[in-house]
């Protein structure tokens, strides 16, 4: 399976059914930075936008939203969330993420939470003064999972992807970049909770391991579980990164 095809499976990034609970570490928010920096003519773009769960909750109204995805399922369940919450000035459409088809100098912010960019063509598409907001999933998250089971997303590069942004966005032209790692401490309620972040999820698998459906060695896990419940749940350490830069 490649990714694209592993995303018109999922349907959707909704967790709302797990049972957990976390505690960030570091103070760095990225729907707090986007209500900082827009205002009502401000002009929106959010990259690989999944079913629109967090452009519908945490956007703030504003002259306009456009958001994107390669993935038709996804931009199906997100109109379908859009038409659930009632809010008006949200388009989805469907765009692969490295041959965007929006216009130059267009964007006051552009927003790409956890999925891959080309930061070449988000500093075409900002206007100048624009600004880039970005949250990435980091090589060490989930990582004494990863150890345990001995793979995972990420698991063998040489380069963390935060390093690899960062130096592409500086590459692009960007000013004033920021890169700030991001900590959470993640506790899920059960083991079934934990299963049912890891079924919906690239963290152990790549995605061209995916035959038809995740498949999760239970000893192991069970081992994890045995290794990390704590009075809180069983945890999990997530390592993100957040990237800001100004065209
Ligand atoms: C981990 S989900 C994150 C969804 C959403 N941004 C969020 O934070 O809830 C990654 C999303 O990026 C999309 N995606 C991955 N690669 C992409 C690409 N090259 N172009 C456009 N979308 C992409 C996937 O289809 C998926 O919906």
Same mark, same amino acid.
């Given at each position: ?12 990034? /909704? ?6 609970? @976390? ?11 986007? /209500?900082?920096?827009? &205002? +009502? ?12 769960? +967090? ?9 306009? $939203? ?6 038709? /399922?996804?931009?199906? =369940?997100?109109?379908?969330? *859009?038409?659930?919450? #009632?809010?008006? !000035? ?7 993420? *490295? !041959?965007?088809?929006?216009? &130059? ?30 949250? #990435? ?8 999972? @990863? ?11 040489? @380069? ?12 692009? #032209?960007?000013?004033?970049? /920021?890169?700030?790692? $991001? ?7 059960? @083991? ?10 690239? $963290? ?9 459906? %995740?498949?999760?060695?239970?000893? %192991? ?6 290794? &990390?419940? =704590?009075? +809180? ?9 957040? %990237? =800001?830069? %100004?065209?």
């Amino acid at each position: 399976m490649n990714e694209l095809e592993f995303y018109e499976k999922v349907k959707n990034w /909704e967790f709302s059914m797990i049972n957990y609970t @976390k505690e960030c570490l570091t103070d760095w928010d990225l729907y707090k930075l986007l /209500e900082l920096n827009a &205002n +009502k003519d401000s002009i929106l773009l959010d990259l690989g936008t999944g079913g629109g769960e +967090k452009v519908i909750r945490y956007f703030p109204d504003c002259k306009e $939203i456009l958001a994107t995805d390669f993935s038709k /399922e996804m931009i199906n =369940t997100a109109r379908e969330n *859009l038409r659930k919450s #009632g809010r008006k !000035n949200i388009e989805f459409r469907q765009m692969d993420n *490295l !041959n965007m088809n929006t216009p &130059n100098n267009y964007f006051d912010i552009v927003v790409a939470r956890h999925t891959c960019t080309d930061a070449q063509q988000i500093y075409n598409t900002l206007k100048t003064g624009g600004k880039l907001l970005l949250r #990435g999933v980091d090589k060490l998250d989930c990582w004494s999972l @990863k150890m345990i089971f001995g793979k995972g997303q990420a698991f063998d590069d040489t @380069k963390p992807i935060s390093l690899v942004d960062y130096e592409n966005i500086i590459k692009a #032209g960007f000013k004033h970049v /920021e890169l700030v790692p $991001i900590h959470v401490r993640e506790y899920y309620k059960t @083991k079934d909770d934990l299963l049912a972040l890891l079924l919906k999820t690239p $963290i152990l698998v790549d995605f061209s391991e995916i035959e038809d459906n %995740i498949i999760i060695d239970n000893d %192991i896990l069970d081992k994890y579980i045995k290794e &990390n419940t =704590t009075e +809180k749940g069983i945890l999990l350490i997530r390592r993100y990164y957040g %990237i =800001t830069a %100004i065209k």
